[in-house]
């Protein structure tokens, strides 16, 4: 089966979970970090891995703070690269050195308090400067192991009629905002990048989905829909 290596969130990762069908083989897999860690030095705070009880969680922020994806990239063996941007969702937190980590859901809630840190938000023009840097570095390490033409984009977007009172209407629309620039980046950086796009039915939230309702919780032709091409996608750079 093809391999697939995924820097990018639960809405590429369950593809592997939900769908029925299942082609894919798991090469690796890194969440809760934003690119825009990648454009700082690596972030330390032990104490904080060692609060997390699981295992899953401390591997996802230790790779975040160590910035090992650089190396791990060049060494893994994959036929799809795939990338969503919906972690872009959290901030970030910058020391005065200049290391950077993503304040994930997980690392909020075990982080060691430091006073001499900077909170970085979303929708700022100092994060989407950081993350352009970090997308760039990502992209030169792709490009050292000879595999760029396996990257591959999922073209997601927050459900803009999810219907539950919290995110709010307001902060949907600047969270897609933000994905339309990311997604221009790409074009602009990558112009031969592949791409994962899906039907405004497939993107609908789901209120029963396995991890509760989100709206980048998506209906179930989303998961395959998406096994579908990616296999395709797989196959074909097997060639």
């Given amino acids: 089966m093809p391999r697939i290596f995924i820097f990018g969130s639960c809405v590429s ?13 798991l090469s690796d897999y890194f969440a809760r970090s934003s690119f825009a860690s990648l454009a700082g030095k690596p972030y330390s705070d032990p ?7 699981s295992r899953f969680q401390r591997r996802m922020l230790s790779r975040d703070h160590d ?3 650089f190396q791990i990239i060049r ?9 969503d941007f919906i972690d872009e969702r959290f901030r970030i937190t910058r020391d005065p050195g200049g290391a950077i980590a993503t304040l994930s859901n997980e690392f909020l809630r075990v982080m060691s308090e430091r006073n001499d840190s900077e909170v970085i938000d979303t929708n700022t023009d ?17 490009t050292a192991s000879g595999q760029m033409h396996k ?17 709010g209407a307001a902060y949907i629309d600047r969270m897609n905002n933000e994905l339309d620039w990311y997604y221009g980046m790409v074009r602009e950086t990558c112009p031969n990048a592949g791409w994962l796009t899906h039907s405004a039915a497939a993107l609908a939230s789901d209120p029963h989905h396995k991890w509760g309702p989100a709206p980048y919780h998506y209906s179930q032709e989303f998961y ?3 096994m579908r091409e990616l296999v395709a996608i797989g196959a074909q750079n097997q060639r």
């Fill in 67 to 69: 910035k090992s994806v």
């Fill in 47 to 53: 104490e904080a891995l060692d609060r997390l009880e």
């Fill in 224 to 226: 395959d829909a998406s």
């Fill in 126 to 142: 100092e994060r989407r400067s950081l993350w352009h840097d970090g997308w760039g570095q990502f992209v030169d390490a792709v």
């Fill in 75 to 83: 060494e893994a063996a994959f036929d799809i690269l795939l990338v």
């Fill in 13 to 25: 990762r369950d593809v592997l979970e939900i769908a029925e069908h299942k082609g894919l083989t």
């Fill in 151 to 167: 990257l591959v984009v999922n073209k997601v977007y927050w459900d803009a009629a999810y219907a539950q009172p919290r995110p």
